[in-house]
Nanobody, 124 residues
Framework: VQLQASGGGLVQAGGSLRLSCVAS????????MGWFRQAPGKEREFVAA????????DYADSVRGRFTISRVNAENTVYLQMNSLEPEDTGVYYC??????????????????WGQGTLVTVSS
């Protein structure tokens, strides 16, 4: 599977963005999906994950209540709706695919395929 992330941009604090991740090559429903982010000078960190069926999700504490992960398997697309953005949310956002069993994977090593990333910049 190949993953293509998009939707990043520059937004003011308090604003919203919606990221998209389109899967090609294999149906998206064969994978659990996750979003990670990496700020300059920092390690890649978990943001959110969603089960193949969409029946379960998990979030990092830092984004819980502000971000929503969802998927439309018929469109092979996973979304990350980001509301109430803060400058600390700035970074490159990556989508990733996990072909294993659903276990709320939150470590980069648990994911098998990565997209190229999309930059989100939140100004104060």
């Amino acid at each position: 599977v190949q993953l293509q992330a998009s939707g990043g941009g520059l937004v003011q604090a308090g604003g919203s963005l919606r990221l998209s991740c389109v899967a090609s090559g294999r149906p998206a429903f064969t994978y659990n999906m996750g979003w990670f982010r990496q700020a300059p000078g920092k390690e890649r960190e978990f943001v959110a994950a969603i089960r193949r069926s969409g029946s379960a999700t998990d979030y990092a504490d830092s984004v819980r209540g502000r971000f929503t992960i969802s998927r439309v398997n018929a469109e092979n697309t996973v979304y990350l709706q980001m509301n109430s953005l803060e400058p600390e949310d700035t970074g490159v956002y990556y989508c990733a695919a996990d072909q294993g069993l659903w276990n709320r994977a939150s470590l980069p090593d648990e994911y098998d395929v990565w997209g190229q990333g999309t930059l989100v910049t939140v100004s104060s």
